[in-house]
């Protein structure tokens, strides 16, 4: 008698545990939740929609359609910082090729390689405005260092205007780019040397391959995921790359500099033409995602899976 | 095993551990002398050093201020990332029907540049009336996914008879969090700290765009608009700098491990 509804009840009692469990779950995931809705998912959303209007603080909102687009192809600064930020991409493959090489060496038996990683890895987390200030500075054509340096060396008979001329001012900015990347790229890497078993070497070994075949073979296809990630990241981090940009050059001199996110920047919050730096926004992302998504297919499409063969 | 020299080696490291400071040392240089901004050749040492320009920093900027500033903002970034980021990640653990959607919007959410939201975050902060506000220059930052994870893994590795054992004993979801698993996450806090204050600290685009008084800027703000005013003809300019970087510099030697631990695990999850 006094069992019988403890049983009847059971099933009952088990879906309002689950239902009070997915409340829990949910009420944890919600602030987290709130926060990417409001600064990620609507951002994304405002931001298409933006594009195919007319609209700025002062003017009532109207549709558009694609006078934007239309706009942004014979946009001459636009197609200017566009290529300006595929140039800044493609630099970050070279940021890797010397963090491989650094961290080949890191990762060998020698003393002191503590010290060395972290020297290599200090300039990551500096506060990058800080960083563009230096280099600024270190590439000023009267007292900057790199200029003294050349001049020593008989290198240059004129000191170079660095940052205020159209040629040196975005490779400038990119030797100031990898300079901080660099150590982020070496700390991957060298997460990845570290997982790859060392037995495979001594097996590569006694089958008589020599150093730079166990480079080939062994260590380049395992540490693919790491450099795939490296990719990835110091694309991002090109793509990104508003800080140093602002403080370095502004943009210029003339357009030199500019890229995507600073035209954004100065659309929206010089010319406040919000509609116009939305529909650029929308290219921005769709390239990202482009480049990202063929960088994945290239690597074969399993990044972070070990290799197979 | 292989026998091979070492010299080489630490003659490339060197070479290049000289590239990685010699910026440093030439700024501090000038932040003492100010000798390399008038005069060439520069001199490899520094000449009488002076302490002055550290001193003209508080007479020509609210260098106080603007370090208030970027504390508070920092410290209510990354109180809110740890608290945030832990119920997240706990919830992460379970088993519930829409897991695999909140997942994927978490990574989907991953690929989301901040720098491709500025124009509607904008907008949204000033309906949400936090423009030129310190809540406002957080919230952005008030959840990271990399750390959502960081948390999740650590909160994996909790063996499930401990949850048991404390749900048995009658603690509510709420206490396991806070008296069962955090201390055992004492990992993961760290590399949420630290990851979440360096983030807030060098962030300059968003408090760029939300600030509008002078009051509210941050450091990085002020560094920008001291090189604006000033150009870069006084020492006082790199004094500032050097006043700016040396926390971050302190927090990275002192935490470095758990800064590169949050870094990498964040990256293995690809």
């Not at chain 1, 209007?53 to 239309?70: H, I, N, V």
């Not at chain 1, 499409?301 to 197979?308: D, L, R, S, T």
């Not at chain 2, 990851?195 to 962030?203: D, G, H």
Request: net charge positive.
């Amino acid at each position: 008698m006094t069992i019988a509804p403890a049983v009847a009840n059971r099933p009952y009692r088990l879906a309002r545990k689950r239902t009070r469990q997915a409340v829990l779950v949910w009420c944890f995931l919600a602030p987290s939740l709130a926060v990417f809705l409001l600064y990620r998912i609507l951002p994304l959303l405002w931001n298409v929609v933006l594009s195919f209007t007319a609209w700025s603080p002062l003017r009532p909102m109207r549709w558009a359609g694609l006078d934007q687009y239309e706009e942004m192809l014979h946009d001459d600064v636009f197609w200017h910082s566009l290529w300006n930020t595929l140039i800044f991409i493609a630099s970050a493959p070279v940021g890797i090729v010397i963090a491989l090489g650094l961290a080949l060496l890191v990762s060998s038996d020698i003393r002191g390689r503590d010290v060395y990683r972290t020297i290599i890895f200090i300039s990551y987390p500096l506060m990058t405005v800080a960083v563009a200030i230096i280099w600024r500075w270190l590439f000023d054509e009267r007292v900057g260092l790199i200029n003294y340096i050349a001049r020593s060396l008989d290198l240059v008979d004129r000191p170079i205007q660095f940052l205020n001329s159209f040629v040196w001012a975005l490779p400038s900015v990119i030797v100031a780019n990898i300079w901080q990347m660099l150590g982020f790229y070496m700390i991957i890497l060298l997460t990845g040397l570290q997982n790859i078993p060392p037995n495979l070497y001594e097996a590569a070994a006694i089958d008589g391959a020599n150093a730079p075949r166990r480079f080939w073979r062994v260590t380049l296809p395992l540490l693919k995921p790491s450099l795939f990630l490296c990719f990835v990241i110091g694309m991002l981090n090109s793509f990104t790359s508003f800080d140093l940009v602002y403080v370095m050059t502004g943009g210029g001199p003339g357009r030199a500099t500019e890229l995507l996110v600073t035209y954004i920047y100065k659309l929206g919050f010089s010319q406040t033409r919000f509609d116009y730096a939305a529909s650029v926004t929308i290219v921005f992302f769709v390239l990202l995602v482009g480049i990202t998504w063929a960088a994945n297919r290239l690597s074969g499409g399993n990044a972070g899976a070990v290799e197979k063969d | 095993m292989y026998r091979y020299p070492r010299w080489p080696i630490h003659l490339a490291l060197v070479g290049v551990s000289l590239l990685m400071l010699i910026p440093f040392y030439w700024v501090l240089k000038t932040s003492v002398t100010g000798e390399n901004i008038f005069a060439y050749p520069p001199s490899i040492l520094p000449k009488s050093p002076h302490p002055f320009y550290y001193v003209d920093v508080w007479y020509y900027i609210p260098f106080a201020r603007y370090f208030l500033n970027s504390v508070v903002v920092s410290a209510i970034a990354v109180i809110a990332n740890v608290v945030f980021n832990a119920m997240a990640g706990y919830a992460l653990t379970r088993d519930f029907p829409a897991k695999p959607f909140v997942l994927l919007l978490f990574l989907s959410c991953m690929m989301v540049p901040f720098q491709a939201t500025i124009i509607p975050a904008y907008l949204i902060t000033g309906r949400l009336g936090l423009l030129d506000s310190y809540w406002g220059l957080a919230l952005p930052q008030f959840s990271t996914i990399v750390c959502i994870f960081v948390f999740k893994a650590s909160f994996d590795a909790v063996p499930r008879s401990l949850i048991d054992a404390a749900r048995i004993d009658g603690l509510s979801e709420w206490r396991i969090i806070w008296r069962v698993m955090m201390p055992l996450a004492k990992g993961a806090i760290a590399t949420n700290v630290i990851l979440a204050f360096i983030w807030s600290w060098n962030n300059f685009l968003w408090p760029l765009i939300v600030t509008r008084s002078a009051d509210m800027q941050t450091l990085p703000l002020g560094l920008a608009r001291f090189l604006s005013y000033q150009e870069d003809t006084t020492g006082a300019l790199y004094a500032f700098c050097i006043m700016v970087l040396a926390p971050g510099i302190l927090l990275f030697l002192l935490a470095q491990n758990e800064f590169i631990r949050g870094l990498t695990s964040g990256a293995t999850k690809g």
